[in-house]
């Protein structure tokens, strides 16, 4: 069974978790986490790919530095604005 996969939703957790270790003033809840994560993915451009269903084996395509750059860009931005906004702010 194949299945489509985002794998940019990896790349960004790959660098958010990395990121999060020099934030130690940011929540680390589980809403904050995914807030972050869903504001850094809707300005990035999503890479689909076809991956086997328990092949744990993902091939990700690291083309270049400076995607990289922009991913961890967003994700610095996502991190700044739900510090300011934590929990889904006053939902
Ligand atoms: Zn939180």
């Known amino acids: 069974m194949n299945e489509l996969k985002n794998y940019m939703e990896d790349l960004v957790d790959i660098h958010l978790n ?8 940011v929540c680390k809840c589980n809403r904050c986490i995914l807030d972050i994560k869903a504001m850094a ?19 990700i395509d690291e083309s270049t530095n400076e995607s990289n750059v922009k991913i961890i860009s967003e994700i610095i931005k996502a ?10 702010g006053d939902e």
């Open 18 to 25: 990395k990121l999060l270790e020099e934030y130690k003033d």
């Open 79 to 88: 991190i700044e604005k739900v510090s300011k906004n934590p929990h889904g």
């Open 41 to 59: 993915l809707n300005n990035l451009k999503p890479r689909y790919g076809v991956t086997q269903r328990g092949n744990l084996f993902i091939r």
